[in-house]
């Protein structure tokens, strides 16, 4: 199985360049979170407006943000609303458009959130 690490950038997302959590995931990052998917919880991902993404797994119910929710709707769609959060990474897990294929976000906590940074 082929794993592709990558963060979809939207037209909206594209002037910010932050790989700070909740914006765009370094590959470095990303292949250290694929390489923990062992410590992942499957959880169920829901957005919840325009800026915060909910996870629940195990009765726990987590909210987040992210510059680009739009982007995580999309790839959520593709697997039915369920992800892998790998908590010691901060990074959700959700299916691309290829059968393998993976797409990986950083999610922060709302109160550690820092605004998009430009080029």
């Known amino acids: 199985m082929i794993l592709v690490a990558r963060s979809i950038v939207r037209a909206a997302a594209a002037t910010c360049s932050s790989f700070h959590d909740g914006h765009h995931a370094h ?3 990303a292949r250290h979170a694929l390489g923990d998917r ?5 959880a169920l991902v829901e957005i ?4 915060t993404v909910q996870l629940s797994w195990d009765g726990n119910r987590c909210t987040f943000r992210h510059h680009d929710v739009d982007a995580i709707g999309q790839a959520r769609a593709l697997g039915g609303g369920i992800g892998e ?3 010691r990474w901060r990074v959700l897990v959700l299916p691309d458009r290829e059968p393998d294929g993976r797409i990986v976000f950083t999610l922060c906590d709302p109160e550690h959130w820092t605004d998009c940074t430009g080029p």
Not at 48 to 51: E, R, S, Y
């Open 85 to 87: 959060w790998i908590p």
């Open 27 to 29: 590959h470095i990052r």
């Open 38 to 42: 062992d410590l992942a919880v499957h």
């Open 48 to 51: 919840l407006d325009g800026k």
